[in-house]
């Protein structure tokens, strides 16, 4: 069965800090894998999304990487803002049997304090 | 948000009446999914739709019925509401082009609560 695991559940950061988030995933065939941000009361909002040769890959303060050889992803946030403040949700696509079939994670929610 | 519509936003209804969501997206993707969102359990998939006429099950389906008759439209139909289906639920779509050119949109969530 696929999966992917996040850690840590939970975060809280005083603002202006970096953290790092945790991605898992046991999903075959592997197609790409995306990081998503979901503020509160919001659908999620694509941040990155990597294929299995792309080990690193920046939007503005995010930057993800990916190993393929241990199915691992991080997602590392720099100079954290209040606004960063959401749900992280990582995302692993399958392509499988001519159809996309997306295994998502439970998410790490993050609180950055003033 | 851009794309993709889901209506009604809010709905509140009473347990045994049948419920239809609707989602609308402009982008003209292949695939398109619903999802719940409940706390403790992050997204789960309900069902996908791989073309028009084209679905299949996710790994929640009990309960739930849905049906494209159009690239544009996706709907989730409840056939006899049950307080367990109380939840947020979103729609995606998603292109097929694959690797890192793949597009995906989520729509902005319709909260039901069943009573």
């Known amino acids: 069965k696929n999966q992917v695991e996040q850690s840590p559940q939970s975060l809280i950061i005083l603002e202006g800090k970096n953290c790092t988030l945790q991605?898992?995933?046991?999903?075959?065939?592997?197609?790409?894998l995306r990081w998503y941000k979901q503020d509160t009361g919001r659908g999620p909002v694509s941040l990155t999304i990597?294929?299995?040769?792309?080990n690193t890959k920046s939007n503005g303060r995010y930057t993800a990487t990916l190993d393929a050889d241990t199915k691992q992803s991080s997602l590392h946030i720099t100079a954290s803002q209040l606004s960063d403040s959401a749900s992280y949700i990582c995302?692993?696509?399958?392509?499988?049997?001519?159809?996309?079939?997306?295994?998502f994670g439970r998410g790490t929610s993050l609180i950055v304090h003033p | 948000d851009a794309g993709i519509t889901q209506s009604p936003r809010h709905k509140v209804t009473e347990t045994g009446t049948p419920v239809t969501l609707r989602c609308h997206q402009t982008e003209n993707h292949r695939y398109m999914y619903w999802y719940r969102q409940d706390p403790g359990h992050g997204l789960r998939l309900i069902h996908y739709s791989y073309g028009v006429k084209d679905t299949d099950k996710g790994e929640v389906s009990d309960g739930y019925s849905v049906s494209r008759s159009k690239t544009e439209d996706f709907l989730l139909t409840l056939e006899s509401a049950t307080s367990s289906q109380t939840s947020v639920y979103f729609c995606a779509s998603l292109s097929e082009r694959g690797g890192t050119t793949d597009t995906q949109y989520f729509g902005p969530g319709t909260r039901l609560t069943v009573l």
């Open positions: 990597m294929t299995f040769s792309e």
């Open positions: 991605c898992n995933y046991t999903v075959s065939p592997f197609s790409n």
């Open positions: 995302v692993v696509n399958s392509l499988s049997g001519g159809s996309y079939i997306p295994t």
